[in-house]
Every structure is written in structure tokens, then in C-alpha cells.
């Protein structure tokens, strides 16, 4: 069966209910998911003056040897000033000994983030994941219009054809949207889809 990571970081949980419908889109695909966060950077006196979530189901990924054992890998960051948060960066930096031996070459990958506006940076944060799969040799697959749910103006709505993407506000009280949702689903889906055909 194919196997899919989704990879995340969340500081308040937008990025941690993204990574969730991104799974359950891969899974309706017939892929067996597994979800799994990157370790906290901050320290711990940041992380309790930001007030950042800290309860989550997802475990900590076991380190980067576990990459190789996936065929898709969905990679979900909150945009920091227009890049993705050096959480999910310093454990992509940790993984040279991979991107050597190649180990990833040929596996579907995508991305997907958040921002706090809607113009906050969630196109360059997404390229910044996407540059960086694209050097461990993954294949990318974005968020096609054949999802509707990012066309129109008719509300606050995230969505690139680079990734899933969710707005949070400044002060995070805004929650992914069901369309934002459908989308993450819809992207999982697709990835999951493209590995399982390359796989055959």
C-alpha cells in the first residue's frame, strides 16, 4: 500500500487542522497515512509567553531517516515574514545525510500553510517548502483549479495553486474554513492519487 507523510508545524493549531484534512484527503485516496509534527525550536519560555498550543495527537517525527520510508511527503508550515517557520526549516537542515544519498528521488511531495492576512506571504512560503522538496529530489503536485473552492471573491478564502493554504488574522481567532478544509482534503487526495499511479 502506498504510504504518506504529512509533515506539520503549528503554533496555535490552524497548520495541525490543515494537516488533518490534508490526511483524510490521502486517505479516501486508499493510501495509509501517517501524520507527525517536527520538534519545537522555541524555548520553552517563548512557547509559554506566545501561548502556543502544545497539546496535539501527533507525535513527533522520529527523525529524518523516517522520510524514507514514505512514497509522498505533504509538507505544512505557518509563513514566518514570507518563509516557513525555522521550526520545519532546521529539521529540513538536519536532513543532509538523505538529500546525499538520494533516498527521496522520485517521491510525490506538495506543501501547504497559513498566514495571518491574506497578502501575508503564503505564495513565498509555499515556493520555500517547494524549494527545498525539490532539492531532496520529490515531485510536486499544488492545488489545481479543479478545486473550485479557491476561486472567487465572495469571502476570506486561502488557496494557491502552489498548496492548500488557511488565514488566521493577527491574533489567530480565525479557523481554517470548510473550503479551506475541502482544499487540504482535496490536495491530499490528488498526491496520494499521483504516488499510487507512479507506484504501478
Same mark, same amino acid.
Given at each position: 500500500?502506498? +504510504?504518506? !507523510?504529512?509533515?506539520?508545524?503549528?503554533?496555535?493549531?490552524?497548520?495541525?487542522?490543515?494537516?488533518?484534512?490534508?490526511?483524510?484527503?490521502?486517505?479516501?485516496?486508499?493510501?495509509?497515512?501517517?501524520?507527525?509534527? /517536527?520538534?519545537?525550536?522555541?524555548?520553552? =519560555?517563548?512557547?509559554?509567553?506566545?501561548?502556543?498550543?502544545?497539546?496535539?495527537?501527533?507525535?513527533? %517525527?522520529?527523525?529524518?531517516?523516517?522520510? +524514507?520510508?514514505?512514497?509522498?511527503?505533504? /509538507?505544512?508550515?505557518?509563513?514566518?515574514?514570507?518563509?516557513?517557520?525555522?521550526?520545519?526549516?532546521?529539521?529540513?537542515?538536519?536532513?543532509?545525510?538523505?538529500?546525499?544519498? $538520494?533516498? &527521496?528521488?522520485?517521491?510525490?511531495?506538495?506543501?501547504?500553510?497559513?498566514?495571518?492576512?491574506?497578502?501575508?506571504?503564503?505564495?513565498?512560503? &509555499?515556493?520555500?517548502? %517547494?524549494?527545498? &522538496? &525539490?532539492?531532496?529530489? !520529490?515531485?510536486? /503536485?499544488?492545488?489545481?483549479? $479543479?478545486?473550485?473552492?479557491?476561486?472567487?471573491?465572495? =469571502?476570506? +478564502?486561502?488557496?494557491?495553486?502552489?498548496?492548500?493554504?488557511?488565514?488566521?488574522?493577527?491574533?489567530?481567532?480565525?479557523?481554517?474554513?470548510?473550503?479551506?478544509?475541502?482544499?487540504?482534503?482535496?490536495?491530499?487526495?490528488?498526491?496520494? =492519487?499521483?504516488? %499510487? +499511479?507512479?507506484?504501478?
Amino acid at each position: 500500500m502506498t +504510504k504518506v !507523510l504529512v509533515l506539520y508545524y503549528s503554533s496555535y493549531g490552524h497548520m495541525e487542522q490543515m494537516a488533518d484534512a490534508v490526511a483524510e484527503g490521502a486517505r479516501s485516496a486508499g493510501a495509509e497515512v501517517d501524520i507527525r509534527r /517536527v520538534p519545537e525550536t522555541a524555548p520553552p =519560555e517563548v512557547v509559554a509567553a506566545a501561548y502556543f498550543k502544545t497539546d496535539t495527537a501527533h507525535p513527533v %517525527i522520529e527523525g529524518p531517516e523516517a522520510l +524514507k520510508n514514505y512514497d509522498a511527503i505533504i /509538507v505544512g508550515a505557518p509563513t514566518r515574514f514570507g518563509r516557513m517557520a525555522s521550526q520545519m526549516a532546521s529539521f529540513w537542515d538536519t536532513a543532509g545525510g538523505i538529500w546525499y544519498s $538520494g533516498a &527521496l528521488n522520485g517521491k510525490v511531495g506538495g506543501a501547504f500553510t497559513s498566514t495571518a492576512t491574506q497578502h501575508g506571504g503564503q505564495e513565498t512560503t &509555499l515556493f520555500s517548502i %517547494i524549494t527545498n &522538496l &525539490l532539492h531532496f529530489g !520529490l515531485t510536486i /503536485v499544488g492545488l489545481d483549479y $479543479g478545486f473550485q473552492g479557491q476561486s472567487g471573491v465572495d =469571502e476570506v +478564502k486561502g488557496g494557491s495553486p502552489y498548496g492548500a493554504t488557511t488565514i488566521a488574522d493577527g491574533d489567530g481567532s480565525r479557523q481554517p474554513s470548510q473550503s479551506e478544509l475541502d482544499g487540504a482534503r482535496y490536495q491530499g487526495r490528488r498526491i496520494a =492519487e499521483t504516488a %499510487i +499511479k507512479l507506484a504501478a
